[in-house]
């Protein structure tokens, strides 16, 4: 079993940014695919962003630009850096590791609010 503890979220102002961070309670070397998923009220989770086999990064249209995941193996961590936030992105925010085909885990989540 893996816990995933998410951490770096809050308020903040149109146009600010925030890091959020992702802890593993064990080493990732293994996960093939790391991620962050959000889900804002009434609405479906959605992909953010995606780190496959550690380079590979694939982000949704509406983050392009504006946001970067990494992961540092050395420190179980993923990390989202989010800039020029945008009230459209508060949500809910989930950290995702998969490992092998089909073995899931999921965060219990970190509230991120853009508002003035």
């Known amino acids: 079993q893996v816990q995933l503890v998410e951490s770096g979220g809050g308020l903040v102002q149109p146009g600010g940014s925030l890091r959020l961070s992702c802890a593993a309670s064990?080493?990732?070397?293994?996960?093939?695919?790391m991620a962050w998923y959000r889900q804002a009220p009434g609405k479906a989770r959605e992909l953010v962003a995606a780190?496959?086999?550690?380079?590979?990064?694939d982000y949704v249209d509406s983050v392009k630009g504006r946001c970067t995941i990494s992961r540092d193996n050395a420190k179980n961590t993923v990390n989202l850096q989010m800039n020029s936030l945008k009230p459209e992105d508060t949500a809910v925010y989930y950290c995702?590791?998969?490992?092998?085909?089909?073995?899931?885990?999921w965060g219990q989540g970190t509230q991120v609010t853009v508002s003035s």
């Open positions: 780190i496959v086999s550690g380079t590979s990064t």
């Open positions: 995702y590791a998969r490992v092998g085909p089909s073995l899931v885990y």
């Open positions: 064990r080493s990732i070397f293994s996960f093939n695919r």
